[in-house]
């Protein structure tokens, strides 16, 4: 079966955005003018194709990518079918509790379009998207919404992105006219103006550009041609010889330039109001890239961690990327993947490094959102869903088992607020711990542990909306029962100061005994660049705030004892000193100890070294942490003086204060624990007129009255 359509005529792009921006309104946009449907659904009417969850329909909310293939022209060449290229489109999440979303997404695509808001510009989802797709490297277009929309600022926008976001945006067009004057946009590189006309604004009018917006776009012009001849020395060169490049030229520079994450293409327009989008969609082709452009994928070998290196190409052994796991009412398990080399036919069996397993593939879906369409084969370069999978889970590796590889898997945020929760009747017992498993197969930032001393039920997940959102699928998707009890912040415990400690454990019982004896020290675990972190040497062992360091000599504790005693440790950890909460950054030293030729054994050592560093966390100054939130307030002026007063009682730090538009913003740190139910009194304090958003910032110190509370709370 040959592939239907080249790699480099194929764009695989997220559309992200903060909360309200208008990502899938433009989705739907993008859908409409790309024929996908014939009829433009509204977010308000709960209409709209990708939000498909009747929990997203109901809140007007996007809660899960959904992913969607389409296909498109260039409005340049509206009949040359040579220029037609596909899109694989994932539409994601903008509110923070479903910041994974995002992230996994990231992980996968080759491009992003970052969608804002003309009035608010850059918000503090925005900021997090950003760093999001720093991390993955992914080149990004940016397209500045709701320019339609009352108190709409072009140029305001294009300075937040500038000031919080990057110095390396550059204007690729300017409005035409603003708020109900919107009309249409200059593109800056062809120096012409756009109007959008016909049903539904799919006739797009090119004409000269107002006699108004000349200068401005003149100037604009120039700083255009200026940022991107600076990516390319010879071309620079001759630019300050007054040699313009010409248009085509710096196409190609630019798309080269995107590609290399060294300049950002900022577009303008109203997705609502039907203005802009089928230029953002060129922009996809014209200046993202294919996944021919991207450097090749590289993982490691199973067999013996050896670097391995495989190109987008059909030719090269199978590699896939598991990156979401989703439960369909029809189909089942539905486990979406990216291909990055190789191709793949329904039927055949894949192999997970992992499990070390393989697994036969039932049948392969092209998504369209909740809409499915069964092909025999994908290639490089696609992503598409498999049904049949059983024991694979996101981040996991489909691979050829003759040329097996491990690629990087995807890093999520920890939990940061718990519920109890139990079922309400006995027959909803079972249900439930299948129903939470499932969600939890789904979603890697919601976890389900038991309480040991309780037996209680705990789910842990990324905020309030989160639990919520979880709670109603399990009632309505798995028919569960359930009650929930109140939320619960997931502190943390560590140590400020330095201690030593030993520990013995010899039990006599008959027989052969038990005897295992360690000597430790402990400190805080110090933060370290990248480069200090590839420097540490060979005896030291870090994971996620905890570092292991063993500087036993001679044999004191032989060598089949270390790993069990690295096990205690981290058990040890598990339960913190004062108040029981898991203890986070804790370096621990192993440097003297004994053992007894017949005693000790794997599980003395494992319980001595478990002893060994609760007594020294004892004494070097524990201290409870707790989850702080950067919260964002936008209010009326009026109820200005309420709202900071309220924070301040709630322990905030308040970090500044803007305008935006007739609102004013107020920007500050607040603990978790503070912020359970702030909507309410918010809204009660402002007439409703007030709304505010909130992300996780880093865990700090608890003062020492509030610390009390809790581990009295606890007792």
């Not at 110095?167 to 006219?177: D, L, N, S, Y």
Request: glycine share 8%; hydrophobic share 40%; with cysteine.
């Amino acid at each position: 079966m040959e592939r239907d359509y080249p790699l480099e005529k194929v764009r695989n792009f997220g559309i992200i955005a903060h909360i309200d921006a208008g990502k899938t309104t433009t989705t739907e946009r993008v859908l409409f003018y790309t024929g996908k449907k014939h009829k433009i659904g509204e977010v308000h009417e709960g209409e709209t194709t990708t939000d498909w969850m009747e929990q997203e329909r109901e809140r007007g909310i996007t809660i899960t990518s959904a992913a969607v293939t389409c296909f498109w022209l260039p409005t340049y060449a509206p009949t040359d079918k040579n220029k037609k290229h596909r899109f694989n489109i994932i539409d994601t999440p903008g509110h923070i509790d479903f910041t994974v979303e995002v992230k996994r997404s990231l992980r996968v695509l080759d491009g992003a379009v970052v969608v804002f808001d003309g009035v608010a510009g850059v918000e503090p989802q925005s900021e997090t998207n950003w760093r999001y797709a720093d991390e993955a490297k992914v080149p990004r277009v940016c397209f500045v919404n709701k320019l339609d929309r009352t108190g709409a600022s072009f140029e305001h926008s294009y300075a937040t992105i500038l000031d919080r976001l990057t110095k390396k945006a550059v204007r690729m067009q300017i409005p035409i006219g603003l708020e109900e004057k919107h009309e249409g946009v200059i593109d800056l590189l062809r120096m012409k103006a756009y109007y959008f006309e016909g049903d539904m604004g799919n006739q797009v009018i090119e004409k000269d550009i107002p006699e108004n917006l000349k200068a401005d776009a003149e100037k604009y012009h120039s700083e255009l041609v200026e940022k991107i001849v600076e990516t390319d020395d010879a071309m620079m060169t001759e630019y300050l010889e007054g040699m313009i490049p010409g248009m085509d030229v710096l196409k190609k520079t630019l798309r080269k330039a995107v590609i290399a994450n060294e300049i950002f293409p900022v577009f303008a327009g109203s997705a609502l109001k039907n203005k802009g989008v089928q230029l953002v969609l060129d922009a996809v082709i014209d200046y993202l890239p294919a996944p021919t452009d991207i450097a090749a994928i590289t993982g490691i070998d199973p067999n013996n961690d050896a670097a391995i290196v495989r190109h987008a190409s059909d030719t090269e052994p199978f590699s896939a990327l598991a990156f979401k796991v989703a439960t369909d009412p029809f189909v089942g398990q539905l486990i979406f993947f990216r291909v990055y080399s190789g191709t793949l036919t329904a039927g055949s069996y894949v192999y997970n490094p992992r499990t070390r397993n393989k697994e036969r593939i039932g049948r392969i879906l092209r998504m369209h959102a909740n809409d499915r369409e069964e092909v025999k084969q994908v290639f490089a370069g696609e992503i598409a869903a498999a049904v049949g999978l059983k024991d694979t889970i996101t981040s996991d590796t489909l691979c050829d088992e003759d040329n097996a590889i491990i690629l990087d898997r995807i890093v999520f945020p920890e939990p940061v607020i718990s519920l109890r929760i139990e079922p309400k009747t006995k027959a909803d017992q079972e249900k439930m711990g299948m129903a939470l498993n499932r969600l939890a197969q789904e979603d890697p930032t919601f976890k389900v542990s038991t309480d040991q001393e309780t037996g209680e039920t705990i789910i842990s997940g990324m905020g309030e909306l989160h639990l919520e959102i979880i709670v109603d699928r399990m009632k309505r998707e798995f028919a569960v029962e359930a009650n929930v009890g109140k939320p619960q912040v997931a502190y943390r415990e560590t140590i400020h100061g330095h201690s030593e400690a030993e520990g013995k454990y010899i039990k006599q019982s008959g027989g052969r005994g038990n005897y295992g004896h360690v000597k430790i020290k402990v400190k805080p675990m110090e933060v370290l660049t990248k480069e200090e972190l590839e420097d540490l040497p060979k005896n030291t062992k870090r994971s996620l705030g905890f570092e292991f360091i063993n500087t036993i000599k001679g044999g004191v504790i032989p060598q089949e004892y270390i790993a069990p005693c690295e096990k205690g440790f981290k058990e040890g950890l598990d339960r913190g000193v004062l108040a029981g909460f898991k203890m986070v950054n804790v370096s621990v030293e192993l440097w003297d100890g004994s053992y007894h030729e017949v005693d000790s054994n794997e599980m003395a050592f494992k319980i001595a070294a478990s002893m060994a560093i609760q007594d020294a966390c004892r004494r070097a100054n524990p201290v409870i942490l707790e989850p702080m939130m950067k919260v964002e307030v936008v209010t009326p002026e009026k109820f200005m003086g309420d709202v900071t007063g309220n924070l301040s009682s709630k322990r905030a730090l308040i970090e500044g204060m803007e305008d935006r538009g007739m609102n004013k913003v107020i920007k500050a740190i607040v603990p978790l624990s503070e912020m359970f139910g702030y909507m309410t009194g918010l809204r009660s304090m402002t007439e409703g007129r007030a709304s505010f958003t909130m992300e996780f910032f880093r865990y700090d110190m608890v003062p020492n009255n509030v610390a009390e509370t809790i581990i009295s709370a606890r007792k």
